[in-house]
């Protein structure tokens, strides 16, 4: 035997031990408030056979070759290069260079054994000058090429047809997400990619997080086009209190034509699902008063149900129709009926529980550093929301600001969504963990303990509530390797795989071998691709 293999088995065996004797793992199946929930190791088989594990990716965060074979300049190309708006000046030019490794990439992807590959496709490689130009022929070649080898593998493309980036030329002639006019652009998108796509994708996200995107770009000016005003941030332009309504209900609208077109023209034939994400934090009260319950309910309105709500029932939530009055945009009659039920499945990304507090029957005033700004506004629901509560924190610290770990909100969002939505099927269609950045310096073996720990509370929490007769058909873990993490630039690490900056090498953490491992428990005829159809049987659309 070589040295090195009998150091690299030693490793293993040094790794195996200290998850097993690490109190971080156990730490992480106890709630804040100290009270441990007894959990068993969560294995593969507690799940369905028909349960889709993958790992997920978004377009510009990895694929660089931002100008290259006819693409455009897309808001984020543009967005990054201004002084100031992601940390340490990163960009994503040429982010992990995934156009020129895709093929790599995929076999990294396969040797993971995951049912599927969550990624996004870039508007501006498919459609640089919107509707009103040319299809690239470039852009649909490459992504046909990542389609089809992922499907020679086994592997089940789920596709994300918008996660943030948008062509810059649609920014610049009419606004982007604040003109009704983008909803045609998005629909000409959407075709383009059923049609070009549609014959072997069969599992559809239309838009990633419009909750964050109306959050991030348009309330507090982080993401593009950078607008807010205070006490969001001062901003050069925008309108924290209105825009946020304006940019999502064009962004529901352009789900629901989108849907429509889908379900009358290509579902029949195609047989695929479709559906939209939300960035779904969990929320718990401040206190055991009753206001600080309602806050919750409040919260979670304004952030999960305000994107749920109308692509279910056909409207926006009470809650908010409440407090926000004629600020509230209002669909016609016409598009009630067009916006419910548009949707055959719910995503949820979900990273991080926050305590909730009332900021109606209480004070909370801007000097309480604690708070988020702009919680005694309706467009924060008038709730206080903190990862703190009397100088401790809700949870282990993670790289995300705000963002702690706590197992059981993954249970509760679930519940949530589920008895709010008649237990519509749902994806968690992203959950991952960042290493503080404290601690970076330390080696990433050590570290890379915790996110093994971190996966696998979230999936025993998951577990419990499928137990319990929620309807979750997958589990997607973000990320598959440390890219291009929006206005945090590369400081923030939630890979599997590590990547070199300067060389871009990919290199597995034990995370990687952990969920290589976990997959392995799986049956050997997991590997042929899973139709829709059969999956979606209680659907009732996909054709057998």
């Known amino acids: 035997m070589k040295v090195t293999t009998m150091l690299s088995s030693y490793s293993f065996l040094l790794f195996v031990l200290l998850i097993s004797a690490n109190p971080y793992a156990r730490a992480l199946q106890e709630g804040g408030n100290g009270i441990e929930e007894e959990l068993e190791d969560v294995k593969r088989s507690d799940f369905p056979t028909e349960f889709l594990f993958g790992v997920a990716t978004s377009s510009y965060q990895i694929e660089g070759a931002i100008l290259e074979d ?42 993971l054994g995951v049912d599927a590959y969550r990624f996004s496709i870039s508007w501006s490689r498919i459609l640089p000058n919107g509707k009103l130009g040319g299809v690239n022929a470039a852009g649909i070649l490459f992504y046909n090429s990542i389609i089809d080898n992922l499907l020679l593998r086994g592997i089940q493309p789920f596709v994300t047809i918008h996660h943030w980036d948008i062509p810059q030329v649609l920014s610049d002639e009419y606004g982007g997400w604040l003109n009704p006019l983008i909803q045609d652009d998005f629909v000409h998108f959407t075709e383009t990619c059923f049609k070009k796509f549609g014959d072997r994708v069969r599992y559809w996200v239309t838009i990633n997080e419009p909750n964050s995107v109306a959050d991030l770009a348009y309330e507090r000016g982080k993401h593009p086009p950078g607008h807010c005003s205070p006490p969001f941030g001062n901003c050069s332009a925008g309108n924290s209190d209105t825009e946020p309504l304006i940019a999502m209900h064009n962004m529901l609208l352009a789900h629901a034509k989108a849907s429509k077109l889908y379900r009358e023209q290509f579902q029949p034939k195609q047989g695929g699902v479709i559906g939209i994400v939300v960035h779904a934090i969990m929320y718990e009260p401040f206190t055991d008063d009753e206001h600080d319950k309602e806050a919750v309910k409040r919260t979670l309105a304004n952030n999960v149900a305000w994107a749920f709500d109308p692509l279910v029932f056909g409207d926006y939530p009470p809650e908010m129709r409440r407090y926000h009055r004629n600020e509230l945009p209002k669909f016609t009659p016409e598009e009630r009926l067009l916006i419910r039920d548009s949707i055959d499945f719910l995503g949820l990304n979900h990273y991080a529980t926050l305590y909730a507090k009332d900021c109606i029957h209480s004070s909370c005033a801007r000097s309480d550093s604690a708070c988020a700004p702009g919680g005694d506004r309706a467009i924060g629901g008038f709730v206080c929301t903190t990862a703190e509560r009397g100088g401790v924190l809700i949870g282990e610290p993670t790289g995300l600001p705000i963002f702690s770990v706590v197992p059981r909100g993954m249970e509760e969002i679930v519940d949530y969504v589920k008895n709010r939505y008649h237990n519509k099927p749902m994806f968690i269609t992203e959950n991952g963990y960042s290493t503080p950045p ?20 979230y999936l025993a929490f998951l577990a419990r509530a499928m137990r319990n007769g929620a309807d979750v058909r997958g589990y997607f873990v973000w990320t598959l390797m440390d890219n291009f993490e929006w206005s ?30 976990f997959l392995g428990n799986i049956s050997s005829n997991s590997m042929q691709p899973r139709t829709a159809a059969a999956f979606w049987s209680k659907v009732g659309r996909a054709e057998e």
């Not at 201004?82 to 040429?94: A, E, F, H, R």
């Not at 601690?439 to 570290?447: I, K, N, S």
């Not at 590590?498 to 290589?516: E, F």
């Open 70 to 111: 006819g693409k455009s300049l897309s808001n984020w190309g543009v967005f990054v290069h201004k002084n100031g708006n992601v940390n340490n000046g990163d960009t994503g030019d040429i982010a992990t260079d995934d156009y020129h490794r895709y093929l790599e990439d995929i076999e990294t992807i396969h040797s």
């Open 438 to 457: 404290q601690q970076e310096q330390v080696d990433d073996f050590q570290l890379d303990v915790k996110r093994i720990a971190f996966h696998k509370a």
């Open 488 to 517: 945090l630039g590369y400081d923030v690490k939630l890979g599997l795989y590590s990547v070199d900056r300067a060389t871009l090498n990919r290199t597995p953490r034990s995370s990687a071998k952990w969920y290589r491992n």
